[in-house]
Structures are given as structure tokens and as C-alpha cells.
């Protein structure tokens, strides 16, 4: 697919990241988990390396992403490539949903509250509510919200978990997970950086699997929960 261009329409800040909105239309959108490689149009030498925005909630009017760089401005004429990697895909059985927003804030989660809520789903945030107040307003109220403290204890509750945590704390995910047989699916969106977006194959950003080495970039980056916690590495 060819890269496609956009305005930034509008700035915001949710929690502490800087978000926009994008005029993209919807057939163009990533799903959640999904990222699209981003550069402003006159920016190519001075920011070679692409920002790769990730979809968050946001104000209706667009494409809500994030993280922007502080010196976007709305009105910016920005350079895309179409979404890659693998999103979020709840199943279509699944009836209780957790979304685990491990010490990051939860935008990248939040936009499976609709698809989630579309299928009759119940829904559990597990998130720490002191960090992100601000956030909370985006969050419908028919959504149980539970501190991160209480995770373990909700295990047992889950059909299906949706998690966002950075890739160094994937063995702090594992330890609280144990090594028993996980009874619900789930995914899990790793944060890295990612140079390259899968063009030049640089391995910056590798992560060890049940299956081997992948590159978070090209194979995720939302994997199989079961495919990366609890790989010795
Ligand atoms: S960012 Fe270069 S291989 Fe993933």
C-alpha cells in the first residue's frame, strides 16, 4: 500500500502524552495495537527516522494518535505509511474483557472499549487511577475500574485480557502471571522502539518468544500473550 498524507487538526494532551487528531479517513485507520509510521512533511532531514503514532481515544472528530512530538502544531501536513503490525483482536466469545494497562498510561487500550461493549462484553480496566485522572473522563462509566494492585486477584475472572506495558517490564508481567496454564486468551501490545519499521531489519527491536526471536516491528507488535511471558531470556 502507498503512504498517504493527513492534517493534524488538533492537539491535546491526555495524561502525560501529547495526542492529536488526524483527518484520515476511516478506511485508513489502524486498529488498536496497530502503529503508523510518521514523518511532518518538511521534516525529513532534520527527523529522518519516522515517530511512530499508535491510536488512542480522543475527540470524535478524527484519528486520534499518540505519542506527537511537542513541536506538531495543529495544521502540520504529516506523511504516513498504512498501518502496520498486528492490532488487537478481542475474540468474538469473549464476555468478560480486562484491559491491563501496565505502569503506562491507558490510551492504547481504551479504543477497544467500543468493539468490546458491541459484543455484550463486561469490561474491567486494571489500571493505577492517581496517575491518570485526566484519562478517566474518556472512560464510559459502565467500565469497572480496579487498581493495578488487585490484577492477580481478578485472574480467574477473565475471558480475555488486553494488555500495553513497555517491553522491559515484560518479566514483571511474567512474575505476576506465575508459570501456571493461563485459563483466558490474551494479547499483548510490546513498546519499543522501532527504528526501522521492519524495512532495514536492524533487530533493535527483538524480543525472545516461545517460538524464537521475532521483531516486535514486523511480528507484533501485539503477540499471543502465551507466546511471549515466561521466556527466559
Ligand atoms: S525496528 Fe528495525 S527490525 Fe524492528
Redo the contacts with the bound molecule.
Keep these: 500500500m502507498a503512504a498517504t498524507t493527513a492534517k493534524l487538526i488538533e492537539v491535546f494532551q491526555s495524561g502525560q502524552e501529547r495526542s492529536g487528531v488526524l483527518d484520515l479517513p476511516g478506511s485508513q485507520w489502524p486498529q488498536a495495537g496497530q502503529y503508523l509510521p510518521c514523518q511532518r512533511d518538511d521534516d525529513s532531514i532534520i527527523q529522518p527516522l519516522p515517530i511512530n503514532l499508535f491510536r488512542v481515544i480522543g475527540p470524535e472528530s478524527g484519528l486520534s494518535v499518540s505519542p506527537l512530538p511537542e513541536n506538531w502544531l495543529p495544521g502540520d501536513q504529516l506523511n504516513l505509511l498504512p498501518p502496520h503490525g498486528n492490532g488487537f483482536i478481542i475474540p468474538e466469545s469473549a464476555r468478560r474483557v480486562g484491559l491491563l494497562a501496565f505502569e503506562v498510561p491507558p490510551l492504547r487500550l481504551l479504543p477497544l472499549i467500543k468493539p468490546a461493549l458491541a459484543q455484550n462484553a463486561s469490561l474491567t480496566l486494571f489500571i493505577d487511577p492517581h496517575k491518570d485522572k485526566d484519562i478517566l473522563n474518556w472512560i464510559p462509566s459502565i467500565v469497572e475500574i480496579v487498581p493495578l494492585s488487585a490484577f492477580a486477584e481478578n485472574l480467574s475472572w477473565l475471558d480475555y485480557l488486553a494488555v500495553d506495558l513497555p517491553l522491559e517490564r515484560l518479566n514483571a508481567l511474567s512474575a505476576i502471571l506465575g508459570d501456571t496454564k493461563l485459563t483466558f486468551s490474551g494479547q499483548v501490545l510490546l513498546r519499543t522502539?522501532?527504528?526501522?519499521?521492519?524495512?532495514?531489519?536492524?533487530?533493535?527491536?527483538?524480543v525472545k518468544t516461545q517460538h524464537g526471536w521475532r521483531?516486535?516491528?514486523?511480528d507484533g507488535p501485539v503477540f499471543p500473550l502465551a507466546e511471549v511471558i515466561n521466556v527466559a531470556g
Design positions: 522502539a522501532m527504528p526501522c519499521h521492519g524495512v532495514g531489519e536492524c533487530g533493535v527491536c527483538s521483531f516486535i516491528c514486523k
